[in-house]
């Protein structure tokens, strides 16, 4: 059972779109992590958000975590090729250990 | 600091060979993960220990595989009689004792064959 939903599962988009990527679950998290990870590649964090409700922006990057702490989305604005990559959402329960429960991603291509 | 080192990052073997990995977490950062991820998913959790102790390991960690923390410090993945079914991207994480982010590794592709 996947815990965590992410959609689309593939985007494809010409540079300067805009565009919002999700992340759902039925299950509360304590923390919600995105990461974008490029092929041969390990994940590179880009954000965590632990308060419901909480809004985060990086640049041209805004993710918002929901306020029952069981969804998240990312916006991102006016796209670049750089932007291209695997975005992944990861949660993670209450407890010392922080395990990460993963998504299976969204796969993003911007194109010039 | 680097970050979270793996070695090597490619491995090829053949079937029913055994293969280890190493991973070097962020010096300050006194818990360590496993994680593998197979084509098309994302990363799943494999092992977790703090420090030196092994808290935590999944039920995809079959008798074929075990994790060491010997001083703490670096961990070693080893896997005896790999199948091509392991064959996947291996990854470790680490995490420092107060709140703060999981940072991974630039991961180790296990190819069988």
């Known amino acids: 059972t996947q815990l965590l939903e992410q959609s689309p599962q593939f985007l494809s988009i010409q540079e300067g779109e805009n565009l919002t990527v999700y992340c759902n679950s039925s299950s509360v998290f304590s923390s919600l992590q995105w990461y974008r990870q490029e092929p041969g590649e390990g994940p590179v964090l880009l954000v965590t958000v632990v308060t419901g409700g909480e809004v985060k922006k990086l640049k041209r990057l805004t993710f918002q975590f929901g306020d029952a702490r069981k969804d998240s989305s990312l916006h991102i604005t006016a796209a670049q090729p750089g932007d291209t990559g695997l975005y992944l959402c990861a949660g993670a329960r209450g407890g010392s250990n922080y395990k990460l429960t993963f998504g299976k991603g969204t796969l993003l291509t911007v194109n010039p | 600091d680097t970050g979270v080192s793996q070695d090597p990052r490619h491995k090829i073997t053949k079937r029913g060979q055994n293969v280890t990995f190493r991973c070097d977490p962020i010096?300050?950062?006194?818990?360590l993960y496993w994680y593998r991820q197979t084509l098309g998913q994302g990363p799943e959790f494999l092992t977790y220990?703090?420090?030196?102790?092994?808290?935590?390991k999944s039920r995809l960690l079959s008798d074929r595989f075990s994790a060491e923390r010997p001083k703490g410090s670096f961990s070693t993945l080893e896997i005896q009689r790999t199948e091509q079914g392991d064959s996947a991207m291996y990854l470790c994480?680490?995490?420092?004792?107060?709140?703060?982010?999981?940072?991974f590794g630039q991961g180790t592709r296990l190819t069988v064959v």
């Open positions: 994480a680490s995490r420092g004792d107060r709140a703060g982010d999981v940072l």
């Open positions: 220990f703090q420090n030196e102790a092994q808290l935590e």
């Open positions: 010096s300050e950062h006194n818990r």
